[in-house]
């Protein structure tokens, strides 16, 4: 391997490579700090939350939802209601709501801010030194945030037959009569109810025997109910072997318990997981290690470990490929990038919520059941039903629960989800308390307004409080209530 010379100055302090959430918030940092910063995108400004992910994910299941809420006209005392839209409007809004918050994201904006903005495909060609458009940039530090891409499964006749994936399905226009999405994971499930509410014959299928994995059962079963329940086919246990056309059809044979299964819809969407960016950037010239899942590997620091001044972030880092955690990890490579030498920082990992935006929504922050057992971590369970919550009664949202895992005999919270209507946003709180160490007696402390979905996060802490009252101090204030009658 060759040996690079370092340079004796340098043109730059900094360059990030890539504009997503992570690439964007490092840059914006150094420039804030008056380091000299360049950043670089070969494609689009905002990378794959504003253009495939987030932003475009949710303004499709906003449109769902309303269609959903308006074939529930009767649940409310409305008279019956046809809804009629055509498809490519509802896909056109996407691309409006994505155009409205681009200039959030846009070069414009960078270059106010004080970051210089290069559009090109860059590429490592030492370890102080980037080749962008012919152009040969040095800086002190390089992060790396090219985030990450659709995995595609190496299935026979996938290809030859056409797919789309959550980075292309935002090009459809004519609406597909049926659809079988293929991953039972986040993206998988809640584009499976968008299109579903949509009018889209769905068949999800998945290999694994439940859908998200990641979350405790019970979480898995009433998803899956509410799916089946809206007239979604999912198919659990059924790999997909091979994919081919027959006439107009595309077709996925599928094995279920040894047993030859065939699907047969118009189009198929592959949302089986993602894949690093790490192809074009000349890694591998220069040594820089990749984890077993093709992320880039970095200490606790964010560093790699053969150049400390190169450092990755974001989804083509991980561990957790979410927008939020991009964004966090951001500050931590921009900081040490800039002022490692002097003093660095420890990613911090300790607090990180997340949320599946299906209806109803599943949101976590730190352990569940399943990772306490895995890791042999102790722990209680209070449980919440939404079903005795006055708002959600009123609003006709009483599906789901709060469960909050604590510490053994204390109210120290290891780990939270909510399975609810807006759950993304009742996390918050639990989210908080956990960042500065409040218990559940805290939050029981804590004036909630009536009625609230909020009132269902007091009511669990309440719960918890319930099954620890003091017996001994109960059993001594009623003797002592008994003495005053007397």
């Given at each position: 391997?060759?040996?690079?010379?370092?340079?004796?100055?340098?043109?730059?302090?900094?360059?990030?490579?890539?504009?997503g959430s992570a690439g964007l918030v490092t840059s914006y940092i150094a420039a804030t700090v008056k380091a000299k910063v360049t950043l670089i995108e070969g494609?689009?400004?905002?990378?794959?939350?504003?253009?495939?992910?987030?932003?475009?994910?949710?303004?499709?299941?906003?449109?769902?939802?309303?269609?959903?809420?308006?074939?529930?006209?009767?649940?409310?005392?409305?008279?019956?209601?046809?809804?009629?839209?055509?498809?490519?409007?509802?896909?056109?809004?996407?691309?409006?709501?994505?155009?409205?918050?681009?200039?959030?994201?846009?070069?414009?904006?960078?270059?106010?801010?004080?970051?210089?903005?290069?559009?090109?495909?860059?590429?490592?060609?030492?370890?102080?030194?980037?080749?962008?458009?012919?152009?040969?940039?040095?800086?002190?530090?390089?992060?790396?945030?090219?985030?990450?891409?659709?995995?595609?499964?190496?299935?026979?006749?996938?290809?030859?037959?056409?797919?789309?994936?959550?980075?292309?399905?935002?090009?459809?226009?004519?609406?597909?009569?049926?659809?079988?999405?293929?991953?039972?994971?986040?993206?998988?499930?809640?584009?499976?109810?968008?299109?579903?509410?949509?009018?889209?014959?769905?068949?999800?299928?998945?290999?694994?025997?439940?859908?998200?994995?990641?979350?405790?059962?019970?979480?898995?079963?009433?998803?899956?109910?509410?799916?089946?329940?809206?007239?979604?086919?999912?198919?659990?246990?059924?790999?997909?072997?091979?994919?081919?056309?027959?006439?107009?059809?595309?077709?996925?044979?599928?094995?279920?318990?040894?047993?030859?299964?065939?699907?047969?819809?118009?189009?198929?969407?592959?949302?089986?997981?993602?894949?690093?960016?790490?192809?074009?950037?000349?890694?591998?010239?220069?040594?820089?290690?990749?984890?077993?899942?093709?992320?880039?590997?970095?200490?606790?620091?964010?560093?790699?470990?053969?150049?400390?001044?190169?450092?990755?972030?974001?989804?083509?880092?991980?561990?957790?490929?979410?927008?939020?955690?991009?964004?966090?990890?951001?500050?931590?490579?921009?900081?040490?990038?800039?002022?490692?030498?002097?003093?660095?920082?420890?990613?911090?990992?300790?607090?990180?919520?997340?949320?599946?935006?299906?209806?109803?929504?599943?949101?976590?922050?730190?352990?569940?059941?399943?990772?306490?057992?895995?890791?042999?971590?102790?722990?209680?369970?209070?449980?919440?039903?939404?079903?005795?919550?006055?708002?959600?009664?009123?609003?006709?949202?009483?599906?789901g629960f709060v469960k909050v895992l604590t510490k053994p005999g204390k109210d120290k919270i290891l780990g939270v989800t909510i399975v609810a209507a807006h759950?993304?946003?009742?996390?918050?709180?639990?989210?908080?308390?956990?960042?500065?160490?409040?218990?559940?007696?805290?939050?029981?402390?804590?004036?909630?307004?009536?009625?609230?979905?909020?009132?269902?996060?007091?009511?669990?802490?309440?719960?918890?409080?319930?099954?620890?009252?003091?017996?001994?101090?109960?059993?001594?204030?009623?003797?002592?209530?008994?003495?005053?009658?007397?």
């Amino acid at each position: 391997m060759t040996e690079h010379k370092k340079p004796k100055k340098f043109d730059r302090n900094m360059i990030v490579i890539g504009a997503g959430s992570a690439g964007l918030v490092t840059s914006y940092i150094a420039a804030t700090v008056k380091a000299k910063v360049t950043l670089i995108e070969g494609h689009r400004m905002g990378g794959d939350c504003l253009n495939t992910g987030c932003v475009p994910s949710k303004a499709l299941l906003r449109s769902a939802a309303v269609i959903h809420e308006m074939g529930r006209a009767a649940d409310f005392g409305l008279k019956p209601v046809t809804v009629d839209f055509d498809f490519a409007d509802v896909m056109d809004r996407v691309q409006q709501k994505i155009e409205t918050i681009a200039p959030h994201d846009s070069i414009e904006r960078y270059t106010q801010l004080g970051v210089e903005c290069i559009t090109g495909y860059a590429k490592l060609i030492s370890p102080w030194e980037v080749e962008v458009n012919g152009q040969i940039l040095s800086a002190r530090s390089i992060v790396i945030a090219t985030g990450a891409r659709p995995a595609l499964p190496p299935i026979p006749g996938l290809a030859n037959t056409g797919f789309v994936t959550s980075d292309t399905v935002w090009d459809l226009r004519a609406k597909p009569k049926s659809i079988a999405i293929m991953g039972g994971g986040p993206i998988g499930c809640e584009l499976s109810q968008a299109f579903s509410r949509l009018g889209v014959e769905v068949m999800q299928i998945e290999m694994l025997p439940r859908l998200l994995m990641r979350e405790d059962e019970e979480v898995s079963a009433l998803v899956l109910q509410q799916f089946r329940e809206q007239g979604i086919r999912v198919m659990l246990e059924h790999k997909v072997v091979g994919v081919d056309r027959y006439a107009r059809d595309k077709v996925l044979i599928c094995e279920h318990h040894g047993k030859r299964v065939v699907v047969n819809c118009d189009e198929i969407l592959v949302a089986v997981g993602r894949t690093a960016n790490v192809d074009g950037l000349g890694l591998e010239d220069l040594g820089i290690e990749l984890n077993p899942n093709r992320t880039i590997k970095t200490d606790d620091y964010l560093r790699t470990p053969k150049f400390p001044h190169i450092l990755a972030c974001g989804d083509v880092a991980g561990p957790y490929q979410f927008t939020h955690t991009a964004s966090h990890q951001a500050w931590y490579a921009s900081v040490n990038g800039l002022f490692g030498s002097l003093k660095k920082f420890k990613a911090d990992y300790s607090v990180i919520p997340w949320a599946t935006f299906t209806d109803p929504e599943v949101a976590r922050v730190g352990l569940n059941e399943l990772e306490a057992q895995e890791r042999n971590i102790p722990y209680e369970v209070t449980r919440y039903s939404l079903s005795g919550l006055d708002r959600a009664i009123t609003d006709d949202e009483t599906q789901g629960f709060v469960k909050v895992l604590t510490k053994p005999g204390k109210d120290k919270i290891l780990g939270v989800t909510i399975v609810a209507a807006h759950a993304g946003e009742l996390i918050a709180e639990y989210v908080l308390a956990m960042k500065h160490g409040l218990g559940l007696n805290k939050l029981l402390g804590t004036i909630h307004i009536y009625p609230t979905m909020n009132e269902a996060n007091k009511n669990t802490a309440g719960e918890w409080r319930k099954n620890h009252k003091p017996e001994w101090l109960l059993r001594w204030v009623e003797r002592y209530h008994h003495w005053r009658r007397h």
